[in-house]
């Protein structure tokens, strides 16, 4: 069985501020995908980004990006220029190409001061 | 582009009450999940449906869980009798196909559930 760990239940970053996100997932196989979902209190579950286990290359997209290190098992999110839009529920997941359901983590609550 | 769409918003029921959640997903997406999402936990599957076939109902608890896909589009929840224990948020999201290298699940926002 997969599972996904998040340890960071809340963090804070002052506007304009950096912050990382931290993830860590058990898994035995080699191929596979990760994500990071954002979730504000609206509940609507948006993808923030995604990475190819197959790829080295870091996923970016704008102010987020990721640092995956596949063999400590590890996929950290970095925002950048945190935004008072950017305060949400964060949730890291992985999801096997063999199989389909997302396994999400118990996430990271993102709060943003100005 | 119309989201997936789930109704209702907000339910409140009193304990051993029968609830049906409905979820319609975007237009030509084949694959249905149905997820629960207790407090302060991430949404863990409780059903996957390719076109109307139940292909992964393991955690679906099927004394007093039920689903249904008629005809491939949308989807009924339900849950008879309810217990305390149900009250959560229970999220639909949909993807194009299963099977497919990149598999992007596309949410709805979810029906949030009071047991009294």
């Known amino acids: 069985a997969q599972t996904v760990t998040q340890s960071q239940p809340e963090m804070s970053v002052q506007e304009a501020e950096t912050v990382t996100l931290s993830c860590t997932y058990d898994?035995?196989?080699?191929?596979?995908?990760l994500f990071w979902y954002k979730q504000p209190p609206s509940r609507q579950m948006i993808l923030v980004i995604r990475q190819e286990a197959y790829k080295q290359q870091n996923a970016t997209e704008n102010r987020f990006s990721v640092n995956f290190q596949k063999a400590a098992k590890s996929f950290s999110l970095k925002i950048s220029d945190s935004q008072l839009g950017d305060a949400a529920m964060y949730f890291c997941?992985?999801?096997?190409?063999?199989?389909?359901?997302?396994?999400f983590g118990k996430g990271t609550s993102l709060l943003v001061t100005p | 582009e119309a989201g997936v769409v789930q109704s209702p918003r907000y339910k409140i029921i009193e304990k051993k009450q029968p609830v049906a959640f409905w979820c319609n997903p975007i237009?030509?997406?084949?694959?249905l999940y149905w997820y629960l999402q207790n407090l302060g936990q991430g949404p863990e599957l409780l059903i996957r449906y390719e076109n109307e076939e139940a292909v992964d109902d393991s955690q679906l608890p099927k004394d007093r869980f039920s689903a249904e896909r008629l005809k491939g589009v949308d989807s009924t929840l339900k849950i008879q009798p309810a217990e305390l224990g149900d009250s959560a948020v229970y999220l639909c999201?949909?993807?194009?196909?299963?099977?497919?290298?990149?598999?992007?699940?596309?949410f709805g926002p979810g029906t949030r559930l009071t047991v009294l």
């Open positions: 999201a949909s993807s194009l196909r299963g099977g497919s290298s990149y598999n992007e699940q596309f």
């Open positions: 237009s030509g997406h084949n694959t």
């Open positions: 898994t035995s196989e080699s191929d596979y995908y």
């Open positions: 997941a992985y999801n096997p190409l063999s199989g389909y359901a997302l396994n």
